[in-house]
């Protein structure tokens, strides 16, 4: 069945640091993919997405490319601030219904 | 505006008690989710409602659990009789429109629930 698989956290960076956090999926068809972002005690906020292959989502300097050919979703974010702190969900949409990876908590250190 | 509404915000109770909570979706989205959140085992989707009528009911665990959505602006999950491991954070989330791939999900700040 359809599925999404992120890299295992937590992720602990530095201020300015790059950061990458994989996302790799398997479905049949052309799903959307998304990005959401959930903060301590909150519920979960979308970050981008991208409805077709080579789409790129953009949104607060994180970035992700629809990969078909690796079947990839990668967030990427050039320089991370404390406030980015938080767990990073990766999903894909299919039938109207969301399914999501595991989550990656990012923790980011001034 | 105003997002998704969810109450209470926390619940403790002891097992064996009914708990109910509750959903207010964004005004004019016609789809509404419920989703379980644990450590163990991520987010699941329970139940998702397309104009008021259950649509996928397959990830209600078991026969416990039963949502309801009277109507448009209203939804509720409710645990009967509520057992330890049904501590979690369960979420409500509302969208435009089922059918159409490209729009997402708004969520409620979730009610985290906590079974004696």
Known sequence: ?110 | DAGVIQSPRHEVTEMGQEVTLRCKPISGHNSLFWYRQTMMRGLELLIYFNNNVPIDDSGMPEDRFSAKMPNASFSTLKIQPSEPRDSAVYFCASSPMTGDSNQPQHFGDGTRLSIL
């Open chain 1, 1 to 110: 069945g359809d599925s999404v698989t992120q890299m295992e956290g937590p992720v602990t960076l530095s201020e300015e640091a790059f950061l990458t956090i994989n996302c790799t999926y398997t479905a049949t068809g052309y799903p959307s993919l998304f990005w959401y972002v959930q903060y301590p005690g909150e519920g979960l906020q979308l970050l981008l997405k991208a409805t077709k292959a080579d789409d790129k989502g953009s949104n607060k300097g994180f970035e992700a490319t629809y990969r078909k050919e690796t079947t990839s979703f990668h967030l990427e974010k050039g320089s991370v601030q404390v406030s980015d702190s938080a767990v990073y969900f990766c999903a894909l949409k299919k039938g109207g219904k969301l399914i999501f990876g595991q989550g990656t908590e990012l923790s980011v250190k001034p």
